[in-house]
């Protein structure tokens, strides 16, 4: 067969615009800078964390009792205790506009608690669930189910956490996150204040938000002091279909709103909800 230069030209200007196509393909996967699905992970890492503490805080309240930590001048929520049905119920009422609490975070709807037993007894199953229940205009819903599991070796209490949830944001935009957890209660256990409470929490969880989804896995304990609204240490390792792996590190203890966010070795900076 007899090749024209005609025809060698068209060949090799086919290849060099594969190679190119190829070449930008590769740039824009390595130069990957999307931090969104970090961010929304956040923002279930806080919604679901930030409505145990409530619970708890409810939990060692009587009804028409004020929460400790949730409160502003106006006392934002009504605390409710049924320990007449099976199972014992609490529901937290922030009311149905929004009241600034003191942590800076508006809320409104009801939080609703049911229960077997008292948080630290081993064995005893919380179970959370909401009623338009919202946190700085983002619906939280779905459920958690708390399970006392007693003392681990190193004698700290521990505890088994399920979340199903699903997070409307204020855009309309819906995050389903789902979760296993173990929680390790490290300090404070033998005082009533909550304040000087520290958790350690290990384990992993999936979400989707549209048609992204991804898988998340805790690779170094994120630890949660009670004095302080954020994760002040941790890292995880989160990784969205079809993109790079994400390494978020939530810093070496100082309590603070931000994490750091690496994809292919470069370094962004979040800020945590």
């Known amino acids: 067969m007899t090749h024209t230069p005609f025809k060698l030209g068209l060949f090799a200007l086919a290849i060099t615009a594969t190679l190119l196509l190829t070449d930008c393909n590769r740039k824009n996967k390595n130069n990957d800078s999307d931090t969104e699905v970090a961010a929304d992970n956040?923002?279930?890492?806080?919604?679901?964390?930030?409505?145990?503490?409530?619970?708890?805080?409810?939990?060692?309240?009587?009804?028409?009792?004020?929460?400790?930590?949730?409160?502003?001048?106006?006392?934002?929520?009504?605390?409710?205790?049924?320990?007449?049905s099976t199972p014992k119920t609490i529901t937290v009422d922030f009311g149905a506009t929004n009241c600034l609490c003191n942590d800076g975070r508006y809320r409104r709807g009801k939080i609703l608690v049911s229960y077997t037993g008292h948080y630290r007894d081993s064995g005893s199953v919380h179970t959370i669930t909401f009623d338009a229940y919202a946190v700085n205009d983002r619906q939280i819903m779905g459920s958690k189910t708390v399970t006392n599991m007693g003392l681990n070796s190193f004698g700290h209490s521990y505890f088994s956490i399920i979340v199903n949830g699903l997070i409307i944001k204020p855009t309309g935009d819906s995050i389903t996150w789902n979760s296993n957890r173990t929680r390790v209660w490290t300090q404070g256990d033998s005082t009533q204040t909550r304040l000087d409470d520290v958790y350690e929490i290990t384990g992993s969880a999936s979400g989707t938000k549209g048609s992204t989804s991804y898988t998340m896995?805790?690779?170094?304990?994120?630890?949660?002091?009670?004095?302080?609204?954020?994760?002040?240490?941790?890292?995880?390792?989160?990784?969205?279909?079809?993109?790079?792996?994400?390494?978020?590190?939530?810093?070496?203890?100082?309590?603070?709103?931000?994490?750091?966010?690496?994809?292919?070795?470069?370094?962004?900076?979040i800020t945590l909800p």
């Open 42 to 84: 956040a923002i279930s890492e806080s919604a679901y964390n930030d409505v145990l503490n409530i619970a708890d805080d409810a939990s060692d309240k009587n009804t028409g009792d004020n929460l400790s930590n949730y409160k502003t001048s106006s006392n934002c929520a009504t605390v409710t205790h049924d320990t007449l």
């Open 217 to 269: 896995t805790i690779i170094q304990p994120l630890v949660r002091h009670m004095d302080c609204n954020w994760i002040s240490s941790g890292k995880i390792e989160l990784q969205p279909s079809g993109k790079p792996l994400r390494t978020i590190d939530y810093g070496t203890g100082t309590c603070d709103n931000t994490a750091t966010v690496t994809i292919n070795g470069s370094a962004y900076t």
